[in-house]
C-alpha cells in the first residue's frame, strides 16, 4: 500500500514539477530547456536537481498517461531547441561509415585479417561517434531526467559506463597501468540489473557528475584506448580480445541507450539526430488530423497471425571454433560451447504486428488474468499497463486510439509495424490467441513463444541471407540496407513485418530462460558477463533489432532480458504437437541465485511407422530403402516373396532411388545429343539416386534439408561404411552395414532447402533435374517449380516422383497443393513439355512385419529450346 501511494505521489509531483516547465520554458534557473551549456559550468539539469534533490530524491518521475508502464506523450507545444553535446570522438561526418548523409554502423572486423589493427580502429571510432550522435538527442536535462520507469540509471550514466569499463578492462589486460578517473571508473562501472518490477532506481541526479565533466572523460579514455591501438608494439591475444570487447560493450549500450531515449518523454530531447539513419520508407510519418484519429484508419495488418509449416531438423547451437582461413570476430562468453536439439515439425507465425495485438487490447487481454502467467500478472497490475509500452493513447480508454513511439518522434499507429512488448504481453497474447483457436482435441497445438532452437529452424529454413557469407553482423549499414535488411543501423527505426527476414527490426522472444550451452567457459576479461544471469529470471532473446550492431546483430549472437523489462523487441509464436526442448532444460553450470534447471520429459515414442524425420528408425529406413534392395525384407516373411522377378514378387518394387535415376538418365539420353552434363538431385536423402545418376553424368549435386542425411551421403561418398539397426519386431533390431564398391567423386551433397530460390541459384544450372517424393512434402512447392526455368538448361529434363499425399503439416496453404493435372499445366506455363506419365512403385520397411507401399506419380517433362 505504501508503494501504491508512493507512486501517486511520485506522479503528482512530477506532473506539478513538468507543468511548471510547460508554462515557463524553464526550471526557474535562468536558462531554457535545451540550451547549450558553456564549458567548464555544471548542466542545469544537474543544478536544477540539486535544487530540488531532497523533495525528490525518491520521486522516480512516472509517465503522465493511466499506463505508468508507457512513454509520456508529447507536448502539445513543442519548443526549438537545441543540441547540447559536443562531440569528443571524431564528427561524423570525418567518421568511418559516413555515407555523405548519415552515420551508419562498419561490419564486425575479421581479427585475423592481415591488418585488423587498422580495420578495430576504424571500428572502435565508429562505435564511439555512434554514441555521440545518439546522445546528441538529449537536451541538458534529458541526460539526468529519471527513466520512465524508474528501473534504470539517468542517461548519464550511460553516456560515462562504456569509457569507465574501457579502462577498466584495459587494465584487467595489462595494457594500461593507472586508472584515469578512480572515482569515474567506479560509478560508472556497473549498471542497474533490477530483481522485479518495482526495484525503483534512486533518481536523484546530484550524485552524477555534471555533463562537460563526463564528455572531458570520454574524450580522455577515447585517447587511451587509440594509444593502445596505435602503439607498434606487437599485441597479443588477450590484448586482441580486450579491444574488441569494449568496442561490442559500446555497441551494446549504444542500442539500449536508445531504448531509454525512446521512453523519455520528447521534452527531454533537443530533436533528432542529425547524423542518425533515416526511419525505415515503410514508417508513415505524417500526423494524423483530428478527422482521422480513429486506428480504423491507421495501416493496418490482419486480425489473427497465419501460421507456415517448418519441418523437423536438428539444430546445432553454439559458435564453432575459426578454422583454418575462417574470418574470425569477437564472440560474448555464452555464444561458446555446444548443443544440439531435436526440433519436432512445427508451424510459426512471422513477427506479431501492432494490428494483431491491437485484437488482444480491444479483447481485453490486460485485464484478463486467465491469459497471464502468475508473475506476469503481477507485473501488469503493479504497473497498471493496458496496452503496449511505446504505444501513446489519443483519446479516452476503450476508444482504442494509439499513437505510436519511435526513438525520436511520435507517429500514427502503424498495424503493419511490429508489436513491441515484453515477454510478460508476448506470452499472454499466446494463450489469447490459444484460447480462440478453433481447433479441438487432436487437433488443438499449443501456442508458445518460438524456442530458441525453433527460431533456428526458422532461421535456416528461410534461406541463406545473400549478404557476407550470411551473417549480417560482417556487413555495413549501407550494404544491408540496399539488401533490405533492417539490422546494423540499416535504418533507424522498425520497419512493417512484411520486409522482415529472420534478422533484425526487432529482437525476437524466445520461450527459453538464459542458460550455458554444454561447453561453457568465462573470459577472465569478463567474467560476470553472463554468468549471474543464469538464474531463470532472464528471457533469451535473438535475432537483433535495427539498432543492434557489430555482434548484436551477429548469427550466433544469443542476448537477454528480464521478461518485464522492454527492448526493441517483439516475438513469433510457435504450434507444435509436443512442448519443444529449451536451452534452459537440462543446461550445465553454471548456476546463479540458487536457479535450478528445469528437466526435460521427451514426448512418448511415437508409433511405428509414424517416422520422424531424421530419427534413427528414419535412418535406417532411408538406408534400406536407397542401398539394400532384397536386404530390406530380411528378418521376415517378406524375403520369401522376393525370390524373382515375377508379377507376384516384391522385387520390382525395391531399389526405388536407382529406378528413379535410370528414368532421368534414359529420358536425358533420349532429349539431347550432349553427353555427361550436370544433375541435380532435390531431396537426395542419403544419397541412393544421386550416386546412380553419377554412373552417367559428370556431375552430380545432391540437396537435402537434412544436415544427417547429408552427412551419411557424404561418408558413403568417400567409400566408407554406414552402420544402422534394421528393425525388427517388439522393438528389437538387428546391425546392418551399407557401403558403396568405390568412392564417388563426382557427387557432391550440400544442406540445403528446396524453396530457397537463392540457393539454387546459387548453384548454377544443370542438364537434369530429379526430384523424387519430395514436392508434397514442401512448404511452397509452387516457388520451387518456379525456380525450375532458371536452373535448367534448354532441352534439360526435370523427373518428378510423387504420391500427391499432400498435408497440411507439411504444406499449410491448400491452394499450393497440386494434382498430376495441375502440376502439368504449371509446368507448361513454366516452357516444359511433359514426355512421360507413368508409375514407379516403392517399398518402405518400417519393421520385418510392416511395410509401406506405395505408387508414386513419375511425370517427367523437358525444357523447350525456344
Excluded at 512516472?62 to 513543442?78: A, K
Excluded at 534529458?142 to 578492462?169: C, E, Q
Aim: charged share 25%.
Amino acid at each position: 500500500l505504501s508503494k501504491r501511494w508512493h507512486a501517486r505521489l511520485m506522479r503528482v509531483h512530477s506532473s506539478f514539477l513538468r507543468a511548471i516547465v510547460r508554462k515557463s520554458g524553464s526550471w526557474g534557473c535562468g536558462r531554457r530547456l535545451g540550451e547549450v551549456v558553456p564549458r567548464g559550468q555544471a548542466p542545469l539539469a544537474a543544478a536544477s536537481v540539486r535544487l530540488i534533490g531532497t523533495t525528490t530524491r525518491h520521486l522516480a518521475s512516472l509517465p503522465l498517461e493511466s499506463s505508468p508502464s508507457s512513454p509520456s506523450p508529447p507536448s502539445p507545444l513543442p519548443r526549438e531547441k537545441k543540441e547540447v553535446l559536443e562531440f569528443t570522438g571524431l564528427h561524423p561526418t570525418q567518421c568511418p561509415g559516413f555515407d555523405g548523409l548519415r552515420l551508419g554502423s562498419l561490419g564486425m572486423p575479421n581479427l585475423a585479417g592481415s591488418d585488423w589493427r587498422r580495420d578495430l580502429e576504424a571500428y572502435f571510432e565508429n562505435g564511439w561517434t555512434l554514441t555521440e550522435v545518439l546522445f546528441s538527442a538529449l537536451s541538458s536535462e534529458g541526460f539526468y531526467a529519471p527513466a520512465a520507469h524508474g528501473l534504470r540509471h539517468p542517461l548519464i550514466f550511460y553516456y560515462g559506463h562504456p569509457a569507465a569499463l574501457a579502462v577498466n578492462k584495459l587494465r584487467v589486460a595489462g595494457l594500461v597501468d593507472e586508472p584515469v578517473n578512480a572515482y569515474f571508473e567506479r560509478i560508472f562501472e556497473t549498471g542497474v540489473d533490477e530483481m522485479r518490477w518495482d526495484d525503483v532506481v534512486d533518481p536523484d541526479a546530484s550524485k552524477w557528475p555534471s555533463l562537460d565533466e563526463v564528455s572531458k572523460y570520454r574524450a580522455t579514455v577515447r585517447d587511451v584506448v587509440r594509444d593502445v591501438l596505435e602503439a607498434h608494439k606487437p599485441l597479443d591475444a588477450t590484448a586482441k580480445w580486450c579491444l574488441a570487447m569494449i568496442c561490442e560493450h559500446e555497441r551494446i549500450h549504444l542500442e539500449t541507450s536508445s531504448v531509454l531515449i525512446r521512453e523519455l518523454d520528447l521534452d527531454f530531447l533537443a530533436g533528432r539526430p542529425k547524423y542518425w539513419p533515416d526511419d525505415h520508407p515503410s514508417v508513415v510519418v505524417e500526423t494524423k488530423t483530428k478527422a482521422s484519429t480513429t486506428t480504423t484508419n491507421a495501416k493496418q495488418s490482419s486480425s489473427k497471425p497465419r501460421f507456415r509449416a517448418y519441418r523437423g531438423q536438428t539444430v546445432a547451437l553454439g559458435k564453432p571454433p575459426r578454422e583454418k582461413d575462417e574470418v574470425e570476430t569477437y564472440g560474448w562468453d555464452n555464444e561458446y560451447g555446444s548443443r544440439s536439439i531435436e526440433v519436432d515439425a512445427f508451424e510459426a507465425s512471422s513477427l506479431i504486428t501492432n494490428g494483431e495485438f491491437l485484437e488482444f487490447v480491444k479483447a481485453g487481454g490486460y485485464a484478463d488474468e486467465r491469459y497471464w502467467t502468475e508473475t506476469g500478472w503481477q507485473w501488469r497490475s503493479y504497473r497498471n499497463v493496458k496496452w503496449p509500452h511505446f504505444w501513446l493513447p489519443r483519446g479516452p480508454q476503450g476508444l482504442h486510439d494509439y499513437d505510436l513511439r519511435l526513438p525520436f518522434s511520435v507517429v500514427p499507429f502503424q498495424g503493419d509495424l511490429p508489436a513491441e512488448v515484453n515477454a510478460h504481453e508476448a506470452r499472454a497474447f499466446a494463450k489469447w490467441l490459444d484460447d480462440d483457436d478453433d481447433a479441438t482435441g487432436d487437433n488443438k497445438k499449443p501456442t508458445r513463444l518460438l524456442s530458441e532452437a525453433q527460431y533456428r529452424a526458422v532461421r535456416e529454413q528461410s534461406g541463406t541471407l545473400d549478404v557476407n557469407g550470411g551473417d549480417p553482423a560482417l556487413a555495413d549499414s549501407r550494404t544491408l540496407r540496399e539488401a533490405g535488411v533492417n539490422v546494423n543501423l540499416a535504418f533507424g527505426s522498425p520497419s512493417a513485418v512484411v520486409h522482415t527476414g529472420t534478422y533484425g527490426n526487432v529482437w525476437q522472444w524466445c520461450e527459453d530462460d538464459f542458460a550455458a550451452l554444454p561447453g561453457f567457459k568465462t573470459n577472465f576479461l569478463y567474467e560476470d558477463f553472463s554468468t549471474p544471469c543464469f538464474d531463470g529470471e532472464h528471457t533469451v532473446i535473438h535475432g537483433g533489432s535495427f539498432a543492434s550492431t557489430g555482434n548484436e546483430a551477429s548469427k550466433f549472437a544469443r542476448f537477454h532480458f528480464r521478461p518485464h523489462f522492454h527492448q526493441h523487441a517483439g516475438f513469433r509464436l510457435a504450434r507444435a504437437d509436443a512442448e519443444p526442448e529449451l536451452t534452459s532444460h537440462d543446461a550445465p553450470p553454471p548456476y546463479a541465485q540458487g536457479w535450478t534447471p528445469p528437466k526435460y520429459l521427451k514426448k512418448p515414442k511415437e508409433e511405428e511407422g509414424a517416422h520422424k524425420y531424421e530419427t534413427k528408425a528414419q535412418l535406417a529406413a532411408y538406408l534400406d530403402l536407397h542401398f539394400c534392395g532384397a536386404e530390406a525384407l530380411e528378418g521376415g516373411p517378406a524375403a520369401a516373396a522376393a525370390k524373382d522377378y515375377d508379377d507376384s514378387s516384391l522385387k520390382k518394387f525395391l531399389d526405388f532411388p536407382r529406378r528413379c535415376a535410370w528414368k532421368v538418365t534414359e529420358l536425358s539420353a533420349a532429349s539431347t545429343s550432349k553427353k555427361g552434363g550436370r544433375a541435380l538431385d532435390v531431396g537426395c536423402a542419403v544419397g541412393g539416386a544421386t550416386f546412380a545418376l553419377a554412373e552417367n553424368f559428370e556431375e552430380v549435386v545432391g540437396i537435402d534439408f537434412s544436415e544427417n542425411f547429408v552427412a551419411v551421403a557424404r561418408t558413403l561418398a568417400e567409400g566408407r561404411s554406414v552402420s544402422f539397426d534394421r528393425p525388427l519386431v517388439a522393438g528389437k533390431s538387428t546391425p546392418a552395414t551399407t557401403k558403396l564398391p568405390t568412392q564417388v567423386p563426382n557427387a557432391t551433397f550440400l544442406v540445403s532447402d528446396a524453396c530457397d530460390q537463392q540457393g539454387l541459384h546459387s548453384l548454377g544450372t544443370f542438364d537434369a533435374v530429379l526430384c523424387a517424393n519430395l514436392l508434397c512434402r514442401l512448404p511452397e512447392p509452387r516457388t520451387f517449380v518456379d525456380t525450375l526455368p532458371d536452373i535448367v538448361h534448354p532441352g534439360g529434363v526435370v523427373l518428378f516422383v510423387s504420391p500427391f499425399s499432400w498435408l497440411a503439416e507439411y504444406t499449410p496453404d491448400l491452394n499450393n497443393w497440386y494434382t498430376p493435372a495441375q502440376l502439368k499445366d504449371h509446368m507448361n506455363a513454366n516452357n516444359f513439355d511433359l514426355i512421360d506419365d507413368s508409375d514407379m512403385p516403392l517399398l518402405i520397411r518400417d519393421h520385418a512385419r510392416k511395410y509401406q507401399l506405395i505408387f508414386s506419380n513419375a511425370l517427367a517433362f523437358k525444357k523447350k529450346k525456344f
